[in-house]
């Protein structure tokens, strides 16, 4: 791993970095030790800490209540910054129902598959059912195809899918960097999947420090065995910046 430095900013995943990977998106729950981890991490960057994920903002605040933190959301279709003010990608989210019906409905055909509307995203995870995941890769292109470059399909673990066109992790890392808190500070990601390589190679090229949690290739720099490594390296950082 790197050796510390003082003027670190974090960009953090939460499902299969900080937080273990649940059989489903709602089963996910943070214990208390995990959000006093994050609150220290944000006074000791002075508030240069952001959450990088595929949930939305919503449910990311859900998530890690009572604590708020700088947030991108369904992979940045969605950006609140360190002032609390909101960015939204200008996808017109309506063009996106007839498309989320038919994945919707799809899901509701098929035990184990779940279906989940993120507001300017949806997702088909099949988790609990890994013998549909051709089936649930190919309804999410179809659903995709009226759509055009409006859309993108976007892979990760277990899970497909229909995001705006245009918006990822990488892109808001790139945001967060040219606003306080962030300005001028090294850039450090964590991640655990594909979504998160956008982010990786961002980071890389901004001289900052990539962290892949867990195995599989990858553009980052670094790695980490699992979440509970992870914590325990920002626990680390933590006793050094003190």
């Known amino acids: 791993m790197p050796p510390f430095g003082r003027n670190w900013a974090f960009f953090l995943d939460l499902d299969g970095t900080l937080l273990e990977i649940a059989e489903t ?18 006074n000791a960057c002075g508030g240069a800490v952001a959450i990088i994920s595929g ?8 998530l890690l209540s009572p ?10 279709a969605e950006r609140r910054d360190a002032q609390c003010r909101r960015h939204r990608h200008g996808f017109p ?8 019906g038919g994945i919707r409905s799809f899901a509701a055909r098929h035990r184990g598959l779940v279906f989940e ?10 988790r609990l059912a890994p013998q549909l995941a051709a089936a649930a890769q190919r309804v999410v292109r179809e659903a995709a195809e009226p759509l055009g470059d409006q859309v993108e399909v976007q892979g990760g673990k277990m899970v497909v ?8 992790k990488g892109s808001a890392i790139e945001s967060f960097m040219q606003e306080p808190p962030f300005v001028g500070c090294v ?35 670094w790695r980490l ?9 920002l626990g680390k950082w933590l006793e050094f910046r003190r």
């Not at 949930?55 to 859900?62: G, K, N, T």
């Not at 655990?192 to 956008?198: A, C, F, G």
Request: charge should be negative.
């Open 161 to 168: 899918e229909l995001k705006p066109a245009g918006c990822d």
């Open 67 to 76: 604590l708020v933190l700088a947030a991108a959301g369904q992979h940045g």
């Open 25 to 42: 998106p709602d089963a996910v729950d943070p214990g208390e030790q995990e959000i006093i981890l994050l609150g220290r991490l944000k």
């Open 55 to 62: 949930r939305s903002l919503a449910r990311i605040d859900q």
């Open 117 to 126: 509307d993120k507001g300017a995203s949806v997702a088909l995870h099949y």
């Open 187 to 221: 850039p450090v990601i964590l991640g655990d999947d594909v979504t998160d390589e956008y982010g990786f190679r961002v980071v890389n090229r901004l001289g900052g420090h990539s962290v892949m949690v867990g195995e599989g290739p990858s553009a980052a720099r």
């Open 93 to 100: 989210v309506t063009s996106l129902e007839p498309a989320a």
């Open 225 to 233: 065995q699992d979440p509970a490594a992870a914590r325990a390296w």
